[in-house]
């Protein structure tokens, strides 16, 4: 079955760089999520988009801005990087949004490191 | 809001035998979903059981089920017959009416042979 796809897997920046992260939805589903989880954390959720707008804003900062596109795909936009944006970040998709509680599949994240 | 609380930074149990992962959760909303995710060290996310806050009885998936205590606002998770291959990270997740997940700091469980 297809999964949730993110590209690129790696990603090597330096300080006051920019970055851009994507997301393919697993087909059909319409809700986007993002987290970032640092070394030793939990994951920390970002934002969420469902049907193209923006449904929700976790702990993102401002130098972070996302999208989702007419295909259902979304972009992560990291901009002025720091060095405590090193993370792993993911994208989970769902099908659907609202107050029914949608299995959140995962994909396999973007390990980004700023130098 | 909602947050979620995981007390056991790191357990140990022998291959073949159960273990219980302990979760507590808080949450204003009347209806909410319960999640576990298993991270092996590979980094990703994978789904392994569901409870909703309506839900009577408590989720069950193989060898996972999920010990759902609504009054005690606890979500514990059980793994029987352990296996080498559960060694991981695991986190307790909580979604409530935006959806959005807020993650335990989880637990690292090591399956000792």
């Known amino acids: 079955a297809a999964g949730v796809i993110q590209s690129p897997r790696h990603l090597i920046k330096e300080k006051r760089e920019t970055a851009t992260l994507k997301c393919y939805p697993i087909?059909?589903?319409?809700?986007v999520y993002w987290y970032q989880q640092g070394p030793g954390q939990d994951p920390q959720f970002l934002i969420s988009f469902y049907e193209k707008m923006q449904s929700d804003k976790g702990s993102i900062p401002d130098r972070f801005s996302a999208q989702q596109f007419s295909d259902y795909h979304s972009e992560l936009n990291m901009s002025s990087l720091e060095l405590g944006d090193s993370a792993l970040y993911f994208c989970a998709s769902s099908l659907g949004s609202g107050s029914d509680y949608n299995e959140q599949f995962f994909g396999p994240g973007t390990r980004l490191t700023v130098l | 809001a909602q947050k979620i609380t995981q007390t056991q930074p790191g357990m140990f149990v022998q291959e073949k035998e159960a273990v219980t992962l302990d979760c507590t959760y808080d949450t204003s909303d009347q209806s909410y979903g319960l999640f576990w995710y298993k991270q092996p060290s590979s980094g990703e996310m994978i789904f392994l059981i569901y409870?909703?806050?309506?839900?009577?009885q408590n989720a069950t998936e193989g060898r996972y089920s999920l010990n759902f205590q609504k009054a005690r606002k606890s979500a514990n998770l059980v793994i029987s017959a352990s296996q080498l291959g559960d060694s991981a990270m695991y986190f307790c997740a909580i979604a409530g009416n935006d959806n959005d997940m807020r993650f335990g700091a989880g637990t690292r469980l090591t399956v000792k042979p």
């Open positions: 087909p059909r589903h319409d809700t």
């Open positions: 409870q909703g806050s309506y839900d009577e």
